[in-house]
Every structure is written in structure tokens, then in C-alpha cells.
């Protein structure tokens, strides 16, 4: 185990984590004692559009995989139409290897119903929903505990703080269909719909929830507005690097020694992560792993010091994604990996387009031709072209995100798959799971 340097350390920086380990955390007591719902207090008295240009300002990038500018985003929405404007939270974390929403609300939940109140006052919307995932049954139960501790204490519900303002906010636990975390596919969802994904444009900042203009952000963005209207945009900008500002929970998982949570400035390098987790686990060594979750293309151990911010990981060939640091080691083989993410994504597409329904379907089975020892060398031109089909032409970014890790282990591992093909290294699968295979 390694110990982290002090130059190290120094990259932690707790914004959003900073009070995960206080006594009593989620309950409002311990949230007000620790600053909590001063930021409301403080935004109450700005305008509106001085509260959207802050955010602008201070170069807040969505936490949810995209990194579309925060402020942009909010600006949007056109004011004076007459029409109800909704904020609508997508907590529908269900990504293979993400966790850092999960943590966030079941730790600090009022951090996010703050948010949710800031950034509604915002946009003139007199009603927020925050879109939970239905498995996240405990984070669901205490952001509901929250939201019924706010109300109790006059920050929700009608004329919040004496201030004129109304706003009525409600948690929805979705059926636990990945998709839904596409915005539209939630937006669907919460209308009572099926999940799935819609053409756009009109884009939800006109046509969004119930046909009206509604921004729907991740739950670590909404999160980082409270600190942002307490700290100031230069506070928030002298964390991170010139295009990511500020701090970002790194969930590390897999090969390291304390797999976890760590929130550290933007551009941090695995290097750094893997020294805070005081590094790989005993007898492995780094081989492959993913920035941004299994929706990202993979990066080698090559990569090391790559930073870790929508530029730098961007330059290196992948997505910053949601920041969901896969580890593995020469014990693990990507080959492998990449055939469970696919029947992953096999499983939870919403069928709504071709290329997405019928690609990934075939792609598991040629995997599992692959690995139980009868895979061909056209296997891998056809991996490609499926890829190519997929990629830009599915209805929305699942079949893009289906096809990263497929794309990326033929080019960083293709001998892995040579070796499979060519009999040196010994099946994985047996010849039962190829039925319906070929």
C-alpha cells in the first residue's frame, strides 16, 4: 500500500463530500450547522438572471457525462412565455461502475434539495422533480425524509423565506430502466409514458416536460450550486483546470486497495487517484481501465497521466463520462469485460431503434462465439461494422456508448482476441452458451 504524497493530497478537495462523514449527515439539524440553506438565503435576495449568469460564470460543467455548460443550459429556457417551467433532476444512476449520485444523496441529501431550490428560483419554475432510480430504494428514502424536513422548515412549499417565491418539489422512483437515464427516455417516464427516447429536436429547453420548457440536470451539477452561490464563480474556478472548473467525485472501483469515492480538483490523473487509494491491489499491475464508465472507450496504462477533465481525457481518445474510474489488472481479461458490458447494454436497450436493438444482439453472441473458443478472424470485421452501424445512428446515446468499449479493446487489445481465435488462450464460455449464437 502505497502512502499519497503531500503534493497528493493536496488534490483532494472536498466540496460536495465535505460533510459525508459528519454524525447524522442527511438529517437537516447537522446540514444547517454546517452551512446548510445559507446559500438559499443569499440567492433568495439576488435576481434570477444574476443567479444564471454566476453559474455562467463560474464554468460549471453538467456532472452526468456530457459536460454541457451548466449556465448555457439554464439560459435557455425562454422567459415571459406564459408557459410552466419545470427542473427536473435525473438521479437515475445505473451505469456499470458509476457511483458517486448514489453516495451523495443517502449522505447529504439536502445538498441537492438546496440546489434543486436555487436553480429553480432560478429559472422561474414553481415545481422540481428529482427522477431516482427504483432500486435506490435507501438514497429514495432519505431524499424524501429531506424534502419533508424542508417543507417542515419553510424552504419549500409557498412563499419559501418570506420571499414571494413558490416552489413544490417532488421525488419519483422510475422502474430501474437504464434508459431513463437519457433525458428525454426520463422525461417520458415521468409523464406516465414507456422510456424511451425522443426525436429531437424541439429540445427540452421549449418542448420538455409536459410539452413546456424545462432543464433537467444530473444530481452532482445541482449539487454544485449552493457551494457556487456561497464561494463565488473565482472560488469555484481556482479548483479544476481553465475549461473543467472546480472538484469532481473520481468513483474508483475494481483492482485498487481502497476502492471508493474521492473528490479531487478536475485534472487529477489516475496516477494520483491510484496513489489515494494507495494503489493497486498486492500482485497486479494496471492494464486497462475506463474514465468515465463502461460507456467510455478504454484507456491503457499508457494513460496514466492523463488529466482527468473533459479536455484532457477527450485529447487521450475517451469521455470524461461520469467520472466512473474502472481499475483492472494483467489478471483480468478485456475481452471479457467488454462481452458482460455488452449483454449490459443488449439488455437495457429500449428496442426503439434499429441499430441499437439488433446490433448489440448480435454483437453478445458473436462475443460468446469468441470466447468459448470458435470465434473466426471475420469475427472482429464484423465487431467493427456493427460498431460502425451503431455509432451516430442509433436514436440516442446507448448504442454510441455500446460500441466504446468494443471500438477501443480491438484497438488497444486485439491480440487478446487473436489469442482466443487462434486457440492460445483456453475458452471462457462453454459451448452451451452458444445457443441461438450463431
Known sequence: ????????????????????????????????????????????????????????????????????????????IPQGDGKPHYLVVNADEGEPGTCKDLP?????????????????????AARAYIYIRGEAVHAARRLRNAVQEAYDKGYLGRNILRSGYD????????????????????LDSLEGFRGQPRLRPPFPATHGLYASPTV?????????????????????????????????????????????QYECSM??????????????????NLRFWTPGGSSTPLLAAEHLDV???FEGVAAAGSILGTTATQIFSDQDCPVYATYRWLEFYH??????????????????????????GQGTHEDLDT????????????????????????????????????????????????EKTLVGAH
Not at 104 to 117: K, W, Y
Not at 167 to 186: K, P, Q, R
Open 1 to 76: 500500500m502505497t502512502t499519497p504524497r503531500p503534493e497528493t493530497l493536496a488534490k483532494l478537495t472536498p466540496v460536495l463530500t465535505k460533510r459525508w462523514l459528519s454524525p447524522d449527515a442527511w438529517q437537516i439539524g447537522t446540514y444547517e450547522q454546517l452551512d446548510g440553506y445559507a446559500a438559499l438565503r443569499k440567492a433568495l435576495k439576488a435576481h434570477p438572471d444574476d443567479l444564471i449568469q454566476l453559474i455562467k460564470d463560474s464554468g460549471l460543467r453538467g456532472r452526468g457525462g456530457a459536460g454541457f455548460p451548466t449556465g448555457l443550459k439554464w439560459g435557455f
Open 216 to 260: 433537467v440536470n444530473n444530481v452532482g451539477t445541482i449539487a454544485s450550486v449552493p457551494p457556487i452561490v456561497l464561494g463565488g464563480a473565482d472560488w469555484w474556478k481556482s479548483m479544476g483546470t481553465e475549461k473543467s472548473s472546480g472538484p469532481m467525485i473520481y468513483s474508483l472501483s475494481g483492482r485498487v486497495v481502497n476502492p471508493g
Open 383 to 430: 465487431l467493427l461494422d456493427t460498431c460502425d452501424n451503431i455509432l451516430g445512428r442509433s436514436f440516442c446515446g446507448l448504442g454510441d456508448g455500446a460500441t466504446s468499449s468494443v471500438t477501443s479493446s480491438l484497438q488497444y487489445f486485439k491480440q487478446d482476441y487473436l489469442d482466443y481465435i487462434e486457440g492460445r488462450t483456453a475458452p471462457k464460455l462453454s
Open 347 to 372: 439488455h437495457e436497450s429500449c428496442g426503439k431503434c434499429t441499430p441499437c436493438r439488433e446490433g448489440n444482439y448480435w454483437m453478445v453472441r458473436v462475443y460468446r462465439r469468441i470466447l468459448a
Open 267 to 284: 485534472g487529477v490523473t489516475l496516477r494520483e487517484l491510484l496513489e489515494l487509494a494507495g494503489g493497486m491491489q498486492p500482485g497486479h
Open 307 to 309: 488529466p482527468l477533465d
Open 104 to 124: 451523495l444523496m443517502t449522505h447529504d441529501p439536502h445538498a441537492l434539495v438546496e440546489g434543486v431550490i436555487i436553480a429553480s428560483y432560478a429559472i422561474r
Open 167 to 186: 416552489l413544490e418539489l417532488v421525488v419519483h422512483s422510475g422502474a430501474g430502466a437504464y434508459i431513463c437515464g437519457e433525458e428525454t427516455a426520463l
